[in-house]
């Protein structure tokens, strides 16, 4: 029989035979005494000890290897398991839990397939039926986009979305950083952008920015979940908020008004001034050397006001500056109308255009990052009837956002330049994380599954009935979701 609680599907999962694990007062977490391992345990005890009402204890061994009512963590050696550095396998049975995976980011999801397995029979217990599941993901780059400029999101909320992310087995957060309407990140060496251009929102909302400590913070909160942070320093569009604070980055040299409406595509740097270079070489080096991971992501859409040919030099400076910083480059699907090194990241977002720029760049040696916005822009309306949202991509109901396959969505490109899925939200509409939640859910959890699992094993029937079981979930935790009315919930 396969599971019936758990999204992502996993590639293999069964039930055993036998009286299940009881999660109660006599349950441990037992890890190695490593200092990543022991920073997982507390983890685990907190994920699973919330959903299961007690409290876990943590033990430090090395062996443990028969004892009852553990729930054992460890990491085995390299290619010990099949599909790579996020494999895991997870073995229920009535005595104890065995993770194994050949790090964290593979125990990570280890604990969250345990926690989406744990049952509450009404007896006030917890407990998991034996079973075995031996997983790995499809596609390297799972992600979510937030647009925290339009509308910022404070450390503690961004940090719910990150739990909700590892639920759902996402390894990547893409922030928006910059928009017109505000700058979110304090840049040391441009000391203004936060200064003066954070306190504005869309409408007249309030505003705010993370200090380098809040941003680690995330950081570091992600990590600890298997979730690298991807920071979007949005140019040469865009750029409303910076040419604000720093009125050289303008050809009069004056400063242009704050701005609060939802118009895109009036703003824009200049690849000529003199200014212009410092200020992509001070923000970026300053944003690459806050950001551990591997890339930056440089924005490059909706530039109205630019001929291609500068808009292309400006582009090819702007990617050198990240590249010389030490980052890989992503880019909107924009940039693919200009020359780009081999590896850049093309993220496709725009379903009304030909696909034939970036279907090129994929052939040239470019990776593409799927991001449909008919399929996977979660701050479209549901239907007509959502009361936030945008239609400009069309209503994304749960099984549009479920029903597409990443690597034939777009005729002729190769199905191996596709590095994964990610899903995005704007904020205009949304103001907070009610009104986020709301869009995320159901919708992520679909996402999630495309990014995750095999082709041959996704099926919408399947689905809904899975997702079915996360409503009680959400609802455990507080959180506002969309009960689709393609799913019995
Ligand atoms: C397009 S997607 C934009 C954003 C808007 C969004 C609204 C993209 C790269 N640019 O500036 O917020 O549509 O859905």
Avoid: C
């Amino acid at each position: 029989m396969s599971l019936k609680s758990l999204v992502p599907r996993p590639q293999r999962g069964e039930r055993l035979d036998g009286e299940p694990f009881v999660v109660g007062e006599a349950t441990t977490v037992v890890v190695d005494p490593r200092p990543e391992l022991i920073a997982l345990g507390i983890l685990a005890a907190d994920l699973l000890g919330r959903v299961s009402g007690r409290s876990i204890e943590v033990r430090y061994a090395d062996d443990g290897a028969a004892d009852r009512d553990v729930i054992r963590l460890r990491v085995l050696e390299e290619g010990a398991l099949a599909g790579g550095a996020e494999a895991y396998r997870l073995r229920v049975t009535s005595d104890r839990v065995d993770a194994v995976a050949h790090g964290t980011a593979g125990l990570v999801h280890a604990i969250v397939t345990l926690r989406q397995l744990i049952e509450h029979p009404g007896d006030g217990s917890s407990v998991v039926s034996p079973a075995i599941v031996e997983d790995a993901p499809r596609f390297a780059w799972r992600g979510l986009s937030i647009d925290v400029a339009r509308h910022f999101l404070g450390v503690d909320a961004v940090k719910v979305v990150i739990g909700v992310m590892a639920h759902y087995k996402l390894n990547t957060l893409h922030l928006h950083l910059t928009d017109d309407q505000g700058w979110r990140l304090h840049v040391p060496s441009r000391p203004q952008l936060s200064r003066l251009s954070s306190e504005t929102s869309v409408n007249g909302d309030p505003g705010g920015f993370y200090t380098p400590s809040d941003y680690a913070d995330i950081v570091h909160y992600a990590a600890a979940r298997g979730i690298v942070v991807v920071p979007e320093i949005d140019v040469p569009g865009h750029v409303n908020a910076a040419t604000h604070a720093y009125g050289d980055l303008t050809p009069d040299g004056e400063p242009t008004d704050a701005y609060t409406g939802i118009e895109v595509g009036f703003s824009r740097l200049h690849a000529d001034l003199p200014a212009t270079t410092p200020f992509l070489e001070a923000v970026f080096g300053d944003v690459a050397a806050m950001t551990p991971g591997e890339y930056v992501h440089i924005g490059g859409d909706e530039v109205l006001t630019m001929e291609p040919g500068e808009y292309a030099r400006f582009v090819a400076t702007a990617a050198a500056v990240v590249r010389a910083a030490g980052k890989k480059v992503v880019g909107w699907q924009e940039i693919a109308h200009t020359p780009l090194e081999p590896g850049t990241v093309v993220q496709y977002w725009d379903t009304r255009v030909e696909p034939d720029a970036f279907v090129a760049a994929a052939r040239a040696g470019a990776k593409i990052l799927m991001s449909p916005g008919s399929r996977v822009y979660l701050d479209m309306k549901y239907d007509a009837n959502t009361e936030i949202g945008l239609d400009w991509a069309g209503h994304v109901e749960l099984r549009d956002a479920y029903e597409w396959e990443p690597t034939t969505l777009i005729d002729g490109l190769p199905a191996e330049s596709v590095i994964g899925v990610e899903a995005a939200v704007w904020t205009e509409t949304i103001r907070d994380l009610d009104d986020l939640m709301f869009m995320l859910l159901p919708r992520l959890a679909a996402v999630a599954e495309v990014a995750w699992t095999a082709p041959e094993s996704r099926d919408w029937d399947d689905f809904a009935a899975r997702v079915s079981a996360q409503g009680p979930f959400w609802d455990r935790l507080g959180l506002r979701w969309y009960a689709s009315p393609q799913v019995d919930w």
